[in-house]
């Protein structure tokens, strides 16, 4: 069974940082393009970031570009989101995606196969 796990939200004041994990078992980690993602209180879920399979290629929204860092060890089957100056706009469940292309990697959440059940990020002003 194929299953992503985040670790690392938590609580944090305005201007810190935090970095999150997704680790996923059950698949062929290099396989797989990884993604970001995030949902404030609200339906709506929002890309935050992606990388491609070798790590090589990352891209990332405009809100979070230069403060946000993504990355992947492809040995230990695990993402990251190094997240730096941090703002309340950034409160928010998020998610890591794994979709199954070796091409690029993509910002929209239905070419994603298997998700995580999330990790709270809560910004404090």
């Known amino acids: 069974q194929v299953q992503p796990v985040e670790s690392g939200g938590g609580s944090v004041q305005a201007g810190g940082s935090l970095r999150l994990s997704c680790t996923a078992s059950?698949?062929?980690?290099?396989?797989?393009?990884m993604g970001w993602f995030r949902r404030a209180p609200g339906p709506e879920r929002e890309w935050v970031s992606c990388?491609?399979?070798?790590?090589?290629?990352?891209y990332y929204s405009d809100s979070v570009a230069g403060r946000f860092t993504i990355s992947r060890d492809n040995a230990k089957n695990t993402l990251y989101l190094q997240m730096n100056s941090l703002k309340p706009e950034a409160t928010a469940m998020y998610y890591c995606a794994a979709d199954r292309y070796r091409g690029s990697c993509s910002r929209w959440s239905s070419t994603y196969n298997y998700w995580g059940q999330g990790t709270q990020v809560t910004v404090s002003s």
């Open positions: 990388i491609t399979w070798s790590g090589n290629t990352t």
């Open positions: 059950g698949l062929t980690f290099d396989e797989y393009a």
